[in-house]
Structures are given as C-alpha cells and as structure tokens.
C-alpha cells in the first residue's frame, strides 16, 4: 500500500462528506419508510449505529495512521451488518416491494475507502464483497439490483485508477522538487568550491610550480586537481539525451578539458542533434586518446570548437612527436584500426570531413568539420 | 594595483610582483573600493579578479576605465566562465588569464600587459571568435554597425585558439612577431567599440544621455 501522498487528504475527506450526506438520506427514508417494516422497533437502534460510525469513521479515517486494514476491515464488516440487519427488520416482503435496505446509499462510503487506500484492485474486492450481501439481503434479482451493484464497482474501478494516478504525479512532483533541490545545492557548492578550495590549489600549484623534487610534484598534483574541479563546478549543465532532441555539443567536450587539454569554445551553446554531439565528442575523444598513447605525459592539446552557420568545426592540435604522414596512410592501407578509422568513419557517417596534418616533431592536428543538417 | 578577495592568493600575487621588479601600489578584496582607489593610487596595470564579492567584473572594470583612462587591466579567474570573461573583455579588460596559469606565465602576462599589449589565451580566443560569429548571424543592426573579421584576423585568431604562440603563428603565416600582435589587439578592440556603440545606442534610446 502506498505511503500516504498529499493529493489523498482531499479524497478521504470526500469520503466523510458522503458518508455523513448518504447518513441524512438514510434517516430520511427510514422515517418515511418505518411504518413498513417488519419490525419497526429495531430500525431505530440500527439507524443509531450508522450515525456512531459515520462519526467514528469520520475521525479515525482524518488520521492517516489509521486507514490501514483493521479499520478498513471493521468498516466493512460494520457496513454488511447494517446492510444484512434489513433482512430481519425490513422484512422481506418490504425489500421484494422495493423498499430500500437500511444502509441505502450508505453502504458505498466503505467501498470507496478500500480503492482510496488499495487502488483497484482492494476497490473492486470490496465492491464486489458488498454488492453480493446488498443482493443476497434484498433477494430478488432484477434490473435494478444489479445496477447498483454494477454502478458501485463502476465507482470503485474509478477511484482506484484515480487514485494511481495522483500518486504516480506526487511521485514526479517529488522527484522534480529533489531534483531542483540538489540543483540548487550543486550551484551552492560550486560557489564555495571556487571561493576557496579552488583558489587555494591554484596558489600552491603556483607558488610550488618552480621548486624540485616532491614540492614541485604535489604542486603539480595540486595543479591537475585544480583543473579536474574547474570543469566540475563550472561545467554546463548536461541535458538529457535523446536521440532526436538538440544537446549544447559543449556539455560533452567541456569535461575534457585538463591541466594539459585547452577547449576553446564560444560562450553560448552549440546546438546540434543528440546524435551529431556524441559522434563528435567520440571522435574528439578518440583524438585525445591516441595523444595520450602515442606522446610523452604532458602533451599539450587544444581543443576549439567553431560555431559556423552552415557547420560545426572541431579542431584538436596537440604540441606532440607528431606522426609520419607515411606511417598514418601506411597504418590505414593495412588495415589498423587506429586513429583515422575510429575518427573518418564516425565523421564520415554524419557527411563531414577530416583533416589529418602532422609532421614529425611539428604535432598532430585533426580537424573535423559536420554540417549542420538542414 | 592587485584586486582578489581571496587574501592569500592577494598576497602571493603581490610578493611575486614586488619579487620580480613591480611596484605594487596598491591590494584590495573589494570592487567598488577598487574603483575608489585607482584615481588616487594610479595603477598602469590592474590584476582583477573577475569575481568579486560585491559588484561584477564589468561594473569593475568600467569604473576602473572611467577613472582612469589609460588603466590597463589583466583579468584573472578560477574558473572559466564563458561569458562573464567576454563580457569583461567587451567592457575594456586588454587580457585574460586563469589563475591556474604558472608563476613565469603570469608575470609575462603581467609585463606585456603593462606594454600595452593584449594577453589572449586560446580559451579566450575561442570565445572572442564565437562573438564575432554570433554577431555576423544576428539580424544586424539598421546601420550595418556590426563588426566584421579580416580573414588575416580570423585566421590569426584561431591559431591562438589552437594553441599557438605568436612566434609560431608568425613563422606558419610569414609575418612578423608584432604584426600577429596587431591583428589579435584589432580583433579586441573593434569588440569593446562596438560594445560602446551598443551601450550608447541603448542610453539614447532609454533617453538616459
């Protein structure tokens, strides 16, 4: 059963707002109706104990604590007595002239109960429960009888999918409350985090930077934490994938950026298709990937994205050994799969171009340009 | 003149200017008394912090220009955040560097800044590059106001985006040190000018002049 959720306060508050109007109609058709009856006498204590629960269910369903199965149980049970009470004072030839039992309409208060506080499935069971002693009391079976039975499950179905529903939106509502919440804790954090942690891992990179051995080492260190944390606190925030929807190309390829890789972009977003950004940023990857396998620690890269009307250009430059032209054509003709594959064949399948220029001891640069499709 | 609200690193930067030569007139935590200052301390090179606790770097900046004119100010920052460096950049700061830059780049920057030279990195390059774009695809102004790049500046520019230095861009297009040096400050400035046209054109029309 699901934990109670704010939308449901209203509708067990309905509940009580019905049970009490459908209590008035009850006294009204039993004053009106009493002269009847088998045993007229009885009616009166009976009517009694439909008032006390209609008072008692009022208050004990107010408490979220209590619509758990012992009350849900006792109310319908208390209900069925009511109801199965009119078989002995109604009488059954009073009940075969269509004179109604003693619960009336109030015999469906219970009902909607279970489907507030189970759903469907509890609404249906207790529709069903309460529709067979409405029949069974009243013993005669036409049009009539079984409609209101059908009407009440009818009733019962509604709520409990109504019900699902409110709690499926509750949940959503939470969830974006939460979400927003760590949102606005993430921006908090990142305005600490660069009021100070960051500044500080900066002076000691610096201050540090000159000196030899382990000093120099933990400056260094200091210095790559520093870069790592700058692109955490100010990275953009990333949208959620999907395939047709546009992402800011920049939520993918700034996490790249290091102490030893520069991204150059422009300030706004770069809009382009979900699936165009991370073909790119695959490619960029792959880039930055072969650099770090194929020269020295600490080679730098520069990373620039270039927003064109017509296209997207993303350059990778690296200050590295820098590859034979030869080697690279040779690699390819063998068929290893290396750099240019990975990268052509990705640019490739979104009708872009690759630039490869390189020059032993010169770096390597890899220019990728993809048009903007339509 | 050295403006950071960080006290360490307020005081690092002043040890390492006064250790390499500089005379430091003047250290503050704060913008608005920054601006106060500089008319009296008279500065030729501001080391900013762009972000400080009470007014923006634009507003610091402004007010610093205002006072003195011929102000020459070195932008530094933690954190790369895109847009507010172009928009120091457009109010008249004449170079950028981030805080995570080496001790030997920084008194560089610090020295050509005070030679009146402009300190590009290549992140700012990017961004000084997108604004140009974003400008020529925005329905221009009435006027055909809206500044353009040479290809000599555009190409130029993206090789300081690439990384390159400006011997090595030189040396790629046959030019000399000094002339690449103008081509990056004219990409600079026709920014902030336009930016002041921008600026007055939005006073005229608010009837604010």
Redesign the interface.
């Known amino acids: 059963m699901a934990e109670t959720s704010g939308l449901q306060t209203p509708l067990w508050r309905a509940i009580a707002v019905y049970r009490i109007a459908a209590l008035v109609y009850v006294a009204i058709l039993v004053v009106r109706n009493v002269g009847a009856y088998e045993r007229p006498v009885l009616a009166w204590p009976v009517l009694a104990v439909t008032a006390g629960w209609t008072v008692f269910t009022t208050y004990a369903y107010a408490d979220p604590a209590r619509r758990r199965p012992p009350l849900l149980v006792a109310d319908l049970l208390v209900t069925m007595a009511v109801m199965a009470s009119s078989a002995y004072i109604v009488g059954a030839e009073a009940l075969k002239d269509g004179k109604p039992t003693l619960a009336v309409a109030w015999h469906v208060a219970p009902v909607i109960a279970w489907a507030v506080a189970g759903g469907r499935r509890w609404g249906i069971a207790a529709a069903v429960a309460m529709g067979a002693t409405d029949l069974v009391v009243r013993n005669h079976y036409d049009q009539a009888a079984y409609t209101g039975t059908v009407l009440m499950l009818l009733a019962a179905l509604a709520v409990g999918y109504l019900v699902g529903i409110a709690e499926v939106s509750q949940k959503r509502l939470e969830r974006a409350i939460q979400m927003e919440a760590a949102t606005r804790e993430r921006e908090r954090l990142a305005r600490d985090i660069h009021d100070s942690v960051l500044q500080v891992l900066a002076l000691v990179k610096r201050r540090g930077a000159g000196l030899d051995g382990e000093a120099g080492e933990l400056a260094r260190l200091a210095g790559e934490q520093e870069a790592a944390l700058r692109t955490l606190v100010t990275g953009r925030s990333a949208e959620p994938v999907d395939a047709n929807a546009e992402v800011d190309l920049m939520t993918l390829l700034d996490p790249y950026a290091s102490a030893t890789v520069s991204v150059a972009a422009p300030a706004g977003a770069v809009r382009l298709p979900a699936r165009t950004a991370t073909e790119i940023a695959a490619a960029v990857a792959a880039a930055l990937d072969n650099v770090s396998r194929h020269c020295d620690p600490g080679t730098k890269v520069w990373v620039l994205v270039e927003d064109e009307p017509g296209s997207v250009t993303v350059s990778v430059r690296d200050d590295g050994c820098g590859i034979d032209p030869e080697r690279l054509s040779q690699a390819e003709g063998q068929g290893r799969l290396g750099v240019a594959q990975s990268i052509r064949g990705r640019i490739a399948d979104l009708d872009g171009t690759v630039t490869i220029t390189s020059a032993p001891g010169e770096g390597t640069e890899v220019e990728l340009s993809v048009p903007r499709p339509g | 003149m050295v403006v950071d609200?960080?006290p360490?690193?307020r005081d690092?930067v002043a040890r390492?200017l006064a250790a390499a030569g500089y005379e430091v007139v003047a250290t503050t935590g704060e913008g608005r008394q920054a601006v106060r200052i500089a008319g009296a301390a008279r500065p030729d090179v501001v080391v900013l912090d762009l972000?400080l606790p009470d007014i923006s770097g634009v507003e610091v900046i402004t007010g610093l220009l205002e006072a003195l004119p011929s102000v020459r100010v070195l932008m530094l920052s933690?954190?790369?955040?895109?847009?507010s460096?172009?928009d120091a950049v457009k109010a008249g700061a004449s170079g950028y560097l981030l805080?995570?830059a080496?001790?030997?780049e920084?008194l560089d920057a610090v020295g050509r800044t005070a030679a009146g030279d402009t300190v590009f990195?290549?992140?700012?390059?990017?961004?000084v590059?997108?604004?140009f774009?974003?400008l020529a695809?925005e329905p221009a102004g009435d006027d055909g106001m809206t500044p353009k790049l040479t290809e000599r500046e555009t190409e130029v520019l993206?090789l300081v985006?690439?990384?390159?230095s400006y011997r090595q861009i030189a040396e790629r297009l046959v030019l000399s040190h000094r002339t690449v040096q103008n081509h990056v400050q004219n990409t600079l400035g026709k920014l902030q000018l336009h930016n002041r046209v921008e600026l007055t054109r939005y006073a005229i029309e608010k009837g604010l002049d």
């Open positions: 609200d960080h360490m690193w690092g390492d972000q933690a954190s790369g955040e895109q847009q460096v172009l805080k995570s080496g001790q030997a920084f990195t290549p992140g700012l390059a990017g961004l590059l997108g604004e774009r974003r695809v993206r985006a690439k990384g390159l």
